[in-house]
């Protein structure tokens, strides 16, 4: 924000930190560059704090088959050869462990041989590249001289059309996804559906438990 005489820039933005942690806090930097769409500019601090170590936990994902392709009567039918096959070739174990693995271990094999693994699911792309690049222009003119009229106006103008644009993308996407409930109501697949209306009502998201210690 410029004073009248638009010489200085007066300091509006701030970090609020406890008392426990102002010791923690070193450093404090303004970063012009990041752009919101106002006249408050992003502050970043740097704190160094003394935290208890954790267990690593093993972040790798195992592979899930592709099970929605068993739709395909072909497959199926390909499935259950493959299957009764593997369960014929198995030798006889007499401990019953040994034969609940080996079941296991057979399905989990002829599953990933027949059907394949799962595809990641790729997150679509919420904004159109006009909005992107609208975006990318504003940000330009975010890092000019502030108290440049010509740059203030021209910004203003930009931040119009990144609202409309953005406004334009939403009801876009909330067609789409209409469209895709339909038709996947349509062909009765009503798990689909409710997968989709929990992402779109955000409940899909597990919560996390937090272990509370006593003192």
Same mark, same amino acid.
């Given at each position: 924000?410029?004073? $009248?005489? #638009?010489?200085?820039?007066?300091?509006?933005?701030?970090?609020?930190?406890?008392? /426990?942690?102002?010791?923690?806090? !070193?450093?404090?930097?303004?970063? #012009?560059?990041?752009?919101?769409?106002?006249?408050? &500019?992003?502050?970043?601090? /740097?704190?160094?704090?003394?935290?208890?170590?954790? %267990?690593?936990?093993?972040?790798? /994902? $195992?592979? +899930?088959?592709?099970?929605?392709?068993?739709?395909?009567?072909? @497959? +199926?039918?390909? &499935?259950?050869?493959?299957?009764?096959?593997?369960?014929?070739?198995?030798?006889?174990?007499?401990?019953?462990?040994?034969?609940?693995?080996? =079941?296991?271990?057979?399905?989990?094999?002829?599953?990933?041989?027949?059907?394949?693994?799962? $595809? /990641? @699911? !790729?997150?679509?792309?919420?904004?159109?590249?006009?909005?992107?690049?609208?975006?990318?222009?504003?940000?330009? =003119?975010?890092?000019?001289?502030?108290? *440049?009229? %010509?740059? #203030?106006?021209? &910004?203003?103008?930009?931040?119009?059309?990144?609202?409309?644009? *953005?406004? +334009?993308?939403?009801?876009?996407?909330?067609?789409?996804? %209409?469209?895709?409930?339909?038709?996947?109501?349509?062909?009765?697949?009503?798990?689909?559906?409710?997968?989709? !209306?929990?992402?779109?009502?955000?409940?899909?998201? @597990?919560?996390?438990?937090?272990? +509370? #210690?006593? @003192?």
């Amino acid at each position: 924000m410029a004073v $009248p005489q #638009r010489l200085t820039v007066n300091q509006i933005d701030h970090i609020c930190i406890s008392r /426990r942690f102002c010791h923690s806090l !070193i450093d404090v930097k303004v970063c #012009r560059g990041a752009d919101i769409g106002s006249d408050h &500019y992003l502050v970043r601090g /740097r704190l160094k704090i003394k935290l208890q170590s954790v %267990a690593k936990i093993n972040a790798t /994902r $195992p592979d +899930v088959p592709a099970i929605e392709r068993l739709r395909n009567m072909t @497959k +199926v039918e390909e &499935y259950n050869v493959t299957l009764q096959n593997r369960f014929e070739c198995l030798d006889s174990e007499v401990d019953l462990e040994s034969m609940w693995d080996n =079941f296991k271990q057979t399905i989990s094999d002829v599953s990933m041989e027949v059907l394949g693994r799962r $595809p /990641r @699911k !790729i997150k679509e792309q919420h904004l159109s590249q006009k909005t992107k690049d609208l975006l990318v222009q504003r940000g330009q =003119f975010k890092r000019r001289d502030p108290n *440049s009229d %010509a740059n #203030r106006s021209a &910004y203003s103008k930009l931040n119009k059309l990144v609202k409309k644009s *953005s406004k +334009v993308d939403d009801n876009n996407w909330a067609i789409r996804v %209409a469209t895709d409930l339909e038709e996947a109501a349509s062909k009765g697949q009503q798990r689909e559906v409710w997968a989709k !209306i929990k992402k779109i009502s955000g409940k899909s998201k @597990k919560k996390q438990a937090t272990s +509370v #210690r006593d @003192k």
